[in-house]
């Protein structure tokens, strides 16, 4: 290749196709579009899978994905679009975590791949095929990536954790049968 090199078209690829996929997924809770529920439908799902109040859950969750996928996809502000990208599918792991791993059972292995993959992204950088070459990294700087990371990672803590509290303290009441 002329002026770019394999590492950059490679990047370009994984940004696209990671940052369309999140977009997508995005675009259903916020839209309703590619079959997908909209707030309202999202957010009584949320509500259902721990996440209350449920319609700013969807909004919070559609965000991060539609826009960090976009965000990934054009390769702009690359640290805070990995970092809301990888928060939001931790946010959908924990829901998927008690069916194991593999996504054909129900696990979580499609939301990890999907946030590894923005992670990865976000700590390589988009590479020289992205807006963040073309504005000289004004919002991709080396610093940005820890910032990024440390706020996700705490607000995701305690939104994952006040779901897993509440999922809790559903389950208290219920006993499973003591026979089948």
Same mark, same amino acid.
């Given at each position: 290749?002329?002026?770019?090199?394999?590492?950059?078209?490679?990047?370009?690829?994984? *940004?696209?196709?990671?940052? +369309?996929?999140?977009?997508?997924?995005?675009?259903?809770?916020?839209?309703?579009?590619? +079959?997908? +529920?909209?707030?309202?439908?999202?957010?009584?799902?949320?509500?259902?899978?721990?996440?209350?109040?449920? *319609?700013?859950?969807?909004?919070?969750?559609?965000?991060?994905?539609?826009? +960090?996928?976009?965000?990934?996809?054009?390769?702009? &502000?690359?640290?805070?679009?990995?970092?809301?990208?990888?928060?939001?599918?931790?946010?959908?792991?924990?829901?998927?975590?008690?069916?194991?791993?593999? =996504?054909?059972?129900?696990?979580?292995?499609? =939301?990890?791949?999907?946030?590894?993959?923005?992670?990865?992204?976000?700590?390589?950088?988009?590479?020289?095929?992205?807006?963040?070459? =073309?504005?000289?990294?004004?919002?991709?700087?080396?610093?940005?990536?820890?910032?990024?990371?440390?706020?996700?990672? &705490?607000?995701?803590?305690?939104?994952?954790?006040? *779901?897993?509290?509440?999922? *809790?303290?559903?389950?208290?009441?219920?006993?499973?049968?003591?026979?089948?």
């Amino acid at each position: 290749m002329n002026c770019y090199d394999r590492r950059d078209l490679g990047l370009l690829l994984l *940004r696209l196709g990671t940052g +369309g996929v999140l977009a997508a997924h995005g675009a259903q809770k916020l839209l309703g579009w590619f +079959g997908g +529920g909209g707030i309202e439908g999202t957010g009584q799902a949320m509500e259902a899978m721990g996440y209350a109040p449920g *319609r700013a859950s969807a909004t919070a969750a559609g965000l991060a994905e539609a826009g +960090g996928g976009a965000l990934l996809a054009l390769g702009l &502000a690359t640290p805070a679009a990995g970092a809301a990208a990888a928060g939001a599918m931790a946010g959908a792991a924990a829901v998927h975590a008690p069916n194991g791993f593999f =996504a054909q059972a129900g696990g979580y292995e499609y =939301a990890a791949s999907l946030g590894l993959t923005a992670v990865g992204l976000a700590v390589t950088g988009p590479g020289r095929l992205s807006l963040d070459h =073309a504005l000289g990294h004004t919002v991709n700087r080396n610093w940005m990536v820890p910032v990024a990371f440390a706020v996700t990672a &705490a607000a995701t803590t305690v939104i994952v954790g006040a *779901r897993n509290k509440r999922v *809790r303290k559903a389950a208290e009441g219920e006993q499973e049968p003591l026979f089948d």
